[in-house]
Structure formats: C-alpha cells, structure tokens
C-alpha cells in the first residue's frame, strides 16, 4: 500500500507508465537520434524507448545505490564506456532513466556527454518519477513526488532472489 513515505508501482503500472512517458515525449514534437539509457534503471524504459521510436539503444553503466540492499545512496560511479552496437554517441540524444532523486547522477551524466561526446549536438532527459528533492529537473518527467517516497519498483524483488531460491520462487506461482 502506497503512503506518503513510500509508493509501491505494479508491473502494471510499471509498463503503462514507460509507455505514457514516451507519448509525452512524442507529443513534445522533439526528434532525438538515439537514446541512452543509465543502467540498471533505465535499462527496461530504454529498451521500449528504442523499440517505440526506432532509435539505437545505447547504455551507460552508472551506480550509487549499493548500501543497505540498494537503499542508501554512496559515491556515484559513471562507467568508462558507453555500450552500443556501432559508432559512437552523436547528434540529439535522448538520456532516460526510471527516476531522478538528488539529481547528482543526472548532473554528472549530463557533464561526462559534454566533455566526452563532441558529437552529441544536443541531450534532454526523461525520467518516470521526479522527486521534489532533486536539484535538477528533467526535460520530461511522468510524475512529479513532493513528499519524496521511496519508490518500490517491480523487479525489485529480483534484489533479494538468489539461484538456490529459484526452483522454490517458481514454485509458489504455480496453481495446486
């Protein structure tokens, strides 16, 4: 159940909110020439977002959230590379990811384009959740969060599910 400190998301509502962000993105009129995605979080909108507007799907690798199962934010890492199929990073670039909390990884990541992808002629953001908090505000965000909540995603429950558990987790969605 959803309260102020915490908003739990569905599946459902998980993959319908991916889908609005992009209409909103497309009913912007604003054309981009690939999109790049901030793993691990924008992994899943990035994927729809290439397949939607068919545009190669590039990804940068970046972490913060490592401490207490993935709740307390540390040092922001930003990858060395970027991962695409061919060429390199260039001209409008659309940079997704699930949420901006502080707004440091969207700060930093907007930076490291900008001094190591001359090529990028111009970058906009889109994030699905936007925190109140954050010291930057994305160029398309689906949902803006005043109070803040801690976001319980979907495939979280992936965090705690470790290989021996496998056989017993598919189990319990089977019908007796």
Known sequence: ?????????SWEDYNRAVVELARMVHE????FDQVLCLARGGLRPGDVFSRIFDV?????????YREEA????????IAKHITMTRGTLSGKVLLLD?????????ERVQSHLK???PAVTEVKSAVIWCK???????????????NNPWIHQPFEEYDSLRPH??????????IA
């Not at 699930?98 to 969207?106: I, P, Y």
């Open 1 to 9: 159940m959803s309260s102020e400190k915490d908003l739990w998301v």
């Open 28 to 31: 912007s009129g604003w054309k």
């Open 56 to 64: 190669p799907l590039a990804i940068l690798s970046t972490s913060s």
């Open 70 to 77: 993935g709740k307390v934010q540390g040092n922001l890492d």
């Open 98 to 106: 699930d949420l901006v909390d502080s707004g440091v990884t969207l």
């Open 115 to 117: 001094e190591n992808f």
């Open 132 to 146: 109140a908090c954050s010291s930057v505000r994305p160029d398309y965000y689906l949902q803006y969060l005043s």
């Open 165 to 174: 558990q496998l056989a017993a987790w598919l189990k319990k969605g089977e």
